[in-house]
């Protein structure tokens, strides 16, 4: 669609837009012009958005300005019923955040949501993510992943054991000032030695990614972190009286199918279930053999 155009029905259209996570040079040519083309712009951080337009050289609105309103989590429930009015007025909205997708542990989930029920047309200009980046950066298996936002204050303990079976790898928010504890945490609930990266200042000039085990960066971690931080845990294995012979076999031939040779996707089986290599090898064998045999 064209930024700034109207939606079906004469509505207007919720455009949800990425905003570059640290770095000015990843914001896509399609938000600044985004920026410069819609007249009603809501912002997580009317003052952050000004600064982000004035360094990409961008005029908010263009020739005719926009008008700016502040969206976030205080106001996110009226502020959502103004802006329906606006859209349902036929006027574009373009949301924002200080950096990111919006609706992903930021506002715009509840707007995006109520024109989905209203018939009003929502769109995206994707962006980055901390969520993604984080993600693939942590070395960590990307194919299944969850994300669970900030981890609650209080009640973490039992927050974290009813996660401690989650087989996909997951990914966090943290404050700097709370990852410390909240490592411990993790390592008291998901095993001191189960893999996990901290990611901290994506994209800018400090980036820094930790691997190691939770226990290891929780010792890390408590002689203090700065910066936006992303934990990244991997997911809990299988318990190999748990894997039976029907899901052993599934799994190899899964890997076959994306092209994985037999021998590597028997040695990567066993390894992520625990079970040991040569009863995977035995059993994919021995079935290999008795359909020969027939």
């Given at each position: 669609m064209v930024e700034g155009g109207v939606g079906a029905r004469g509505t207007g259209t919720l455009t949800l837009a990425g905003v570059p996570i640290g770095n000015l040079e990843d914001a896509p040519p399609r938000l600044l012009r985004a920026l410069e083309a819609f007249r009603v712009i809501a912002a997580e951080d009317t003052r952050r958005l000004r600064q982000f337009a004035s360094r990409a050289n961008v005029r908010l609105g263009g020739a005719e300005g926009a008008r700016v309103v502040s969206y976030y989590d205080a106001n996110e429930s009226r502020r959502t019923d103004e802006l329906l009015a606006d859209l349902r007025g036929g006027r574009d909205v373009l949301v924002v955040t200080d950096a990111g997708m919006p609706g992903v542990s930021d506002p715009g989930y509840r707007l995006a949501a109520a024109c989905g029920e209203e018939g009003i047309p929502v769109t995206a200009i994707p962006g980055p993510s901390a969520v993604t980046t984080a993600l693939v950066v942590s070395g960590l298996p990307t194919d299944r992943f969850c994300f669970e936002g900030f981890p609650p204050r209080k009640g973490l303990s039992g927050y974290l054991a009813d996660l401690s079976a989650e087989r996909r790898t997951m990914?966090?928010?943290?404050?700097?000032?709370?990852?410390?504890?909240?490592?411990?945490?993790?390592?008291?609930?998901?095993?001191?030695?189960?893999?996990?990266?901290?990611?901290?200042?994506?994209?800018?000039?400090?980036?820094?990614?930790?691997?190691?085990?939770?226990?290891?960066?929780?010792?890390?971690?408590?002689?203090?972190?700065?910066?936006?931080?992303?934990?990244?845990?991997?997911?809990?294995?299988?318990?190999?009286?748990?894997?039976?012979?029907?899901?052993?076999?599934?799994?190899?031939?899964?890997?076959?199918?994306?092209?994985?040779?037999?021998?590597?996707?028997?040695?990567?089986?066993?390894?992520?279930?625990?079970v040991p290599k040569r009863r995977v090898y035995d059993l994919v064998h021995g079935v290999v053999a008795a359909e020969q045999a027939d």
């Open positions: 990914v966090f928010f943290e404050s700097p000032h709370r990852v410390a504890a909240t490592l411990e945490a993790m390592a008291g609930a998901f095993g001191a030695d189960r893999r996990a990266a901290v990611c901290r200042e994506l994209t800018k000039t400090y980036e820094e990614v930790r691997r190691g085990g939770l226990a290891e960066l929780a010792e890390w971690a408590s002689g203090g972190v700065r910066g936006e931080v992303s934990v990244v845990v991997e997911g809990a294995r299988r318990r190999p009286e748990e894997t039976g012979d029907a899901d052993l076999l599934a799994a190899v031939s899964e890997l076959e199918e994306e092209g994985v040779r037999r021998k590597e996707a028997i040695t990567r089986v066993a390894k992520e279930t625990g």
